[in-house]
């Protein structure tokens, strides 16, 4: 080989000379030759990928009544695809423009081994994120927090990636960065901490279904009140009912407790659970009148008694049940009671216990508020009174006033 060639294969210097080259400028005539031949395969063989290959594909995808390959078969999956054939083609080709055991053929080869893992990695990225949006496809796993293992995935392959891509620098075998790793293991453990405790707080929410994107939390610690928005490997966001977003650490949901309203959603009926505080002197044993007008509204149909004598809270009682039972937005499906409570010093309290027939908080709020005003509006009927706290208006020259 003579010294101008120093470097060269001599099957292309040999080509070269057999088409005229001048000696004086073959080194870099071949340099240019090897170079321009390189661009204009690459060319080639990304123009048959970008013209040929990705619009076949995406012909095939399309032409298919599945979704799956449309989502595992993306644009960008096809396009980190077609990144692999340039450095595959570089590593095939390259050893033939230099001699055995050139130092530049090996340098070249170590850059371009370095970029074909990071295309591999980006791929396998890629993939992961078309898998994710696979599931958010499906109806059975899309209710499922899985965004926190799929990027804990993620990271497992850029750590692969970084370790093989060391071990190329330093010439070691990757089971040596294995090791010194493993021996500042602890040290790792501290640095990752919340992705490691993230990681395994996100698959216990998941294997026991305790939270879903979409779910309707209360956890009063971290002045979360809304809908889970997303779950990933270190955080937990709500949208709170004022728009605003609170973020929580995965591992709080299962060290912490909280209130999932799901099972609400699910059942299609929101409860409601308010008492009314009725003052205990008006309750009474219904007199002939109002025995006669209750009789005649209907309003003992269904009231249980042994004796003749029937008192004014035990009627007010069913015909609250009633009431609720034929109430148009009152859920029939669910329970529906109206029940006494243990007296106190503010009086009787006569809970409502019923669902509504929907989930919406407005027009849950509106049929507690026109329930209540009914049950306020029909109270004297019944010759009952609310219990109230003393007020101004009910003192008269020092003395309460009491109703005579």
């Known amino acids: 080989m003579n010294t101008y060639s120093f470097g060269m294969n001599n099957t292309i210097v040999d080509l070269l000379k057999g088409w005229g080259v001048n000696p004086d ?8 030759f090897v170079v321009l031949t390189l661009v204009i395969i690459i060319y080639l063989v990304n123009l048959l990928c970008n013209r040929g290959i ?60 370095i970029y074909m893992i990071v295309v591999v990695a980006k791929l396998l990225c890629s993939f992961l994120n078309s898998l994710y949006n696979l599931s958010n496809n499906h109806d059975k796993l899309k209710s499922h927090p899985l965004k926190g293992i799929y990027q804990m995935l993620k990271i497992v392959v850029i750590c692969v990636a970084l370790i093989i891509i060391v071990s190329i620098l330093i010439n070691r075998n990757p089971e040596y960065i294995l090791t010194a790793l493993g021996a500042s293991a602890a040290v790792l453990m501290l640095v990752f901490k919340d992705m490691i405790m ?19 939390i209360s956890m009063p610690k971290y002045g979360a009140d809304g809908d889970v928005i997303e779950v990933t490997l ?7 009912w004022d728009k605003t977003i609170t973020t929580i650490p995965p591992y709080a949901l299962i060290s912490d407790s909280f209130q999932n309203w799901r099972g609400m959603k699910d059942c299609g009926g929101r409860r409601v659970k308010r008492a009314v505080y009725i003052d205990m002197r008006s309750i009474t044993f219904c007199t002939k ?21 029937v008192v004014n809270l035990h009627v007010f009682r069913n015909y609250l049940e009633n009431y609720l039972r034929h109430h148009p937005r ?6 529906i009671m109206v029940r006494q409570l243990q007296p106190t010093a503010q009086g009787l309290p006569l809970e409502l216990y019923f669902f ?4 919406e908080w407005v027009p849950y709020e509106h049929l ?9 509006a029909m109270l004297p009927t019944f010759g009952l009174r609310v219990f109230q706290s003393p007020m101004g208006i009910d003192f008269n020259g020092g003395h309460i006033g009491v109703e005579q």
Request: negative net charge; hydrophobic residues 40%; charged residues 25%.
């Open 234 to 240: 270190t955080t937990v966001k709500v949208q709170n």
């Open 368 to 376: 507690q508020a026109e329930i209540f005003e009914h049950v306020f």
């Open 25 to 32: 400028s073959m080194y870099w005539l071949y340099w240019c």
């Open 54 to 113: 990705i619009p076949l594909v995406r012909k095939l995808r399309e032409g298919t009544r599945s979704k799956w390959d449309d989502i595992l078969l993306n644009d960008v999956v096809l396009k980190d695809i077609t990144r692999l054939f340039p450095p595959i083609i570089i590593t095939s080709l390259l050893p033939l423009a230099f001699s055995e055991g050139n130092l530049v053929l090996e340098f070249l080869l170590k850059v371009n081994t």
């Open 289 to 309: 009148e109002q025995h006669k007008e209750f009789s005649k509204q209907g309003w003992l149909d269904g009231v249980e008694r042994e004796d003749k004598f």
């Open 198 to 216: 993230g990681l395994v707080a996100g698959v216990q929410l998941s294997a026991n279904d305790m939270l879903r994107p979409g779910d309707w």
């Open 330 to 335: 009152v859920s029939k499906r669910l329970t």
């Open 356 to 359: 509504s027939d929907g989930t």
